[in-house]
């Protein structure tokens, strides 16, 4: 069954996306804004549900690789993400039945609509991060142990990546990630096709779904003057982690990936506390004065307390007013191959997971 | 220190002398419709106090609405050329695609993307190419226009392509007044393309602005030096804030704040500003302006650079409304309120006159709006006190109720009760707010500058060792400098760890 995604659904869509990016996968406006132009001038998009596949169909799973700040100077193409699909279409010599999302969380929550627009294919109902993560190891699809390869990369310049095998998920993050670096740190990608019979085993499903409803919420709240970041703690059952206010950012970028922390001073219930935040991309580990208090893979979210819209990464900065929550990671997540693949282990911190929902 | 500061309104201008603490005098004239005569008869009432005290006048601060307006009322604006050198990334979101269609018509604007500009580690994405520029410039050339706007990805790390833009375009068009969008905005292309070219629209405004001020002040016999004030409660030399009109934006609002907080002693607070034109809705917290953490939105364009956190209404007590179906604005009769408004003899009915037949102010003459059916007034009134709670409503910041400091001009238009207000408050000296917190004004310094092989911690106290230094030479008082804002970005891939910082630092103007 195929259901058109109406047009008044994009902001909620960016908006609950941007949520669940935990910091990173880039800020959905400017695919936003892409996907209203093509609107606009008439394309329309359809969604499928993971149950509705057959299980020979071929899913293509894309993404915007790279740093979300090079996004916002080089700025995303829908051409590309379209023509990424294209190429392992040319590659494989099958055409793909519909396309689906790497990770719901940001941009790129988006990126398979902006292709979907232009190729005429439906949309999957999932993703297999349920939020967003910086490598490609970091999915379920890997968690799984599903094939790492082909891998497509399109650039702006006419480069054109075909990556036929890889020896392992790391190998494939290695070698894509270092393509990605040299053509500027960011590209359009078509990742390891899968099967209908793979996303309904392995996808992480209704995302969109999901993520839609959360960012309704959200402007729903700021509608009604009530507090946006309560009705993302209710509406997703999760935990405020901290509230306060941003008193440093430190940031470097080393080997394609934005790394740092941010330090928040605590204020109200959290006063005299200090709370550092560290991140790859995405929000990994808080720290609260000196002690872990929640870390991936549960669903480090930094809010503005005021509005309930997330702040990414390469956005935070001195002065903010801001709540850390914490939501439910998808279960495949917190399974032992799971924390295994993203837990703080996978970000270099050696602590053991401990989820705040324990 | 005793300073005179003024604040011209679209529809009052209002002028005050400070020495210290002490209003010594003040003043609010209609703003005339060449704008100066209302300027010189406010200064002239003030300036004839200057002897008063024995201390001689420091400085002219003055504080305008012009820019913004011109933005709001999509008028008063120039024909704009923007340049983008980025292709081949960025050619499906072209120049002011997020714009708001009418202002978009507004500013009319020749768009071209030509290939170049930087990638993150500051190599060339593409190499530029300059026939492709100097062909931009050529077409904008034959189009007569003059103001243009040029951006390119990842300028504010290297400048290279917008320079080198720059200079060709100069090369055909000498007289070609031209922003590039790394001396105003951060990294975020369209949002700093959009304040350049904002900035390149008010060009032609920003310097008959400024060289009529001096006019003024000349025909006055006014020597001390004379200052526009920014966005940020700072101010700048008229001459170097003339190229920048973005600055001043919201330097009226600010301004009125910081004066809101002084006369009333609240440092918390919410503060409506009404002039004549529009009415600005912002939140004091700890006596200064709250300021927005990210985005803002200026007439409706996404914009990138600090600025108080402010909600502007197309509200003031020129506002104009149709007397068919009572639909209150956009448009003004902003300076011409004097000869337009129906009180004043005028034939163009405003939110004044519905004041007036109201009951709720005395102002020219009522027997000039008695035929004002009583019904439509209520439902006039109406229709201004839900705009007022809706936007109050929208910049609270929580569901308990704030006191709301009105001021301005067209405060009487502010209703004695506000849903979600604990109270509305006047103070006497509101009307002229604005003015007082030009003249309470403070300078600033900053540095932008790229510190290579030294840790992070080095770069930034460098940083801010050479802002406070600025603002030393810029006049400030050494005690009172204070951190603004800090920003710092590594630029990867360059020996030495090179990293981007960006420190601004504020004080008091030092008049040892």
Same mark, same amino acid.
Do not use: K
């Given at each position: 069954m195929l259901q058109e995604f109406p047009e008044e659904n994009i902001e909620s869509l960016a908006t609950g996306a941007w949520i669940l990016?935990?910091?990173?996968?880039?800020?959905p406006y400017l695919s936003t804004l892409n996907l209203r132009r093509l609107y606009a001038d008439g394309a329309r998009v359809q969604v499928i549900q993971p #149950?509705?596949?057959?299980?020979?169909d071929m899913v293509a799973v894309v993404s915007g690789m790279g740093a979300p700040l090079v996004g916002q100077e080089r700025l995303k193409d829908p051409r590309h993400m379209a023509r990424a699909v294209e190429l392992m279409e040319d590659y494989l010599g099958r055409p793909f039945r519909a396309i689906m999302a790497? #990770?719901?969380?940001?941009a790129n929550a988006l990126s398979p609509f902006l292709a979907a627009a232009l190729l005429g294919r439906p949309v999957v109902?999932?993703?297999?991060?349920?939020r967003a993560y910086p490598?490609?190891?970091?999915?379920s699809f890997a968690i799984g142990g599903l094939s790492m390869f082909p891998l497509s990369m399109v650039d702006v310049r006419d480069n054109e990546v075909i990556?036929?095998?890889?020896?392992s998920w790391k190998w494939m993050e290695k070698i894509s990630r270092a393509a990605c670096t040299a053509v500027g740190s960011t590209a359009a990608t078509c990742k390891a096709p899968r099967t209908g019979r793979e996303v309904k085993d392995w996808g992480i499903h209704h995302t969109i779904t999901q993520a839609t409803a959360l960012g309704r919420v959200v402007l729903d709240a700021r509608a009604r003057h009530d507090d946006p970041v309560a009705a993302v703690l209710d509406h997703a059952q999760g935990k405020q982690v901290f509230r306060g206010k941003v008193v440093d950012v430190d940031r470097t970028t080393t080997g394609g990936f934005l790394r740092g922390k941010t330090v928040i001073e605590g204020i109200?219930?959290?006063?005299?506390a200090t709370l550092e935040l560290a991140f790859q991309n995405e929000w990994a580990v808080a720290i609260r004065d000196g002690v872990p208090v929640a870390m991936t893979p549960d669903l480090l979210c930094l809010l503005d307390?005021?509005?309930g819209g997330a702040i990414g990464t390469e956005a935070v900065r001195y002065g903010q007013r801001v709540s850390v929550v914490a939501l439910p990671a998808p279960k495949i997540l917190t399974t032992p191959a799971g924390v295994a693949a993203v837990g703080p282990r996978a970000f270099g911190y050696d602590i053991d997971f401990e989820s705040v929902f324990q | 220190m005793k300073r005179i500061g003024i604040d011209v309104g679209g529809t009052n201008t209002d002028a005050v002398l400070i020495d210290g603490d002490s209003i010594i005098a003040s003043i609010k004239v209609p703003t005339t419709q060449d704008v100066m005569s209302g300027v010189k008869a406010a200064l002239a009432h003030v300036a004839?106090?200057?002897?008063?005290?024995p201390r001689p006048l420091d400085a002219v601060m003055i504080g305008t609405t012009h820019f913004t307006n011109a933005v709001v009322e999509r008028s008063r604006l120039e024909r704009v050329a923007a340049i983008r050198v980025a292709l081949p990334t960025g050619a499906s979101l072209p120049?002011?695609?997020?714009?708001p269609e009418d202002l978009y018509r507004a500013v009319d604007p020749m768009i071209f993307m030509v290939h170049g500009g930087h990638e993150y580690?500051?190599? !060339?994405?593409? !190499?530029?190419?300059e026939d492709e520029v100097r062909d931009a410039a050529l077409k904008i050339r034959d189009a007569g226009v003059t103001s243009v706007a040029i951006s390119a990805t990842f300028s504010p790390l290297t400048t290279e392509c917008e320079d080198r833009a720059a200079e060709i375009v100069r090369s055909v068009i000498p007289e070609a007044r031209i922003t590039l969008s790394n001396s105003l905005g951060r990294i975020g292309l369209l949002e700093r393309e959009n304040v350049a070219l904002l900035n390149a629209a008010l060009q032609s405004l920003g310097k008959t602005t400024v060289q009529a001020f001096k006019t003024a002040l000349d025909d006055i016999g006014l020597q001390a030096p004379f200052f526009l004030t920014q966005n940020d409660g700072t101010v700048a030399l008229a001459d170097v804030a003339a190229a920048n009109p973005v600055f001043s934006f919201a330097s009226g609002p600010t301004n009125s704040m910081r004066g809101a907080a002084f006369l009333t002693g609240l440092s918390d607070a919410m503060v409506v500003d009404v002039g004549g034109t529009t009415s600005d809705i912002g939140c004091l917290v700890g006596g200064f302006p709250r300021e927005a953490n990210n985005i803002v939105h200026i007439g409706g364009v996404r914009t990138l650079f600090r600025m108080p956190d402010l909600l502007p209404v197309a509200?003031?007590?020129?506002t104009i409304v149709? !007397?068919?179906?009572g639909a209150i604005g956009p448009k003004s009769v902003g300076y011409r309120i004097l000869q337009d408004a129906r009180v004043f003899g005028g034939a163009t009915l405003t939110t004044s006159d519905i004041a007036v037949a109201a009951g709720l102010i005395e102002m020219g003459d009522p027997a000039l709006v008695a035929d004002l059916d009583p019904d439509f007034v209520q439902t006039a009134l109406a229709r201004i006190r839900a705009m007022v709670a809706e936007n109050f409503d929208q910049m609270k910041t929580s569901a308990e109720d704030v006191p709301l400091i009105a001021v301005g001009?067209?405060?009487?238009?502010?209703?004695?009760e506000v849903p979600g207000a604990s109270a509305v408050i006047r103070v006497e000296n509101a009307g002229v707010a604005n003015a007082l917190g030009a003249a309470m004004a403070q300078v600033s310094g900053e540095v932008d500058q790229v510190f290579s092989d030294m840790t992070r911690e080095q770069a930034l106290a460098e940083a801010e060792a050479a802002a406070r230094r600025a603002a030393i030479d810029a006049g400030a008082d050494e005690a009172s400098l204070q951190v603004l804002e800090v920003e710092d970005i590594p630029i990867a891939?360059?020996?030495?760890?090179a990293r981007r910082v960006r420190v601004r630092v504020i004080g008091d103007i030092s008049f040892g």
């Open positions: 990016g935990t910091g990173g996968g880039g800020n #149950e509705d596949l057959a299980d020979d790497l #990770e719901i969380g940001g109902n999932a993703d297999c991060m349920g490598e490609a190891q970091m999915t990556v036929a095998r890889a020896e109200d219930a959290d006063r005299g307390s005021l509005s | 004839a106090h200057i002897n008063d005290t120049p002011m695609c997020d714009w580690d500051g190599s !060339p994405l593409v !190499p530029m190419r509200l003031g007590g020129g149709d !007397p068919e179906t001009g067209g405060a009487f238009l502010i209703p004695d891939y360059l020996p030495g760890g």
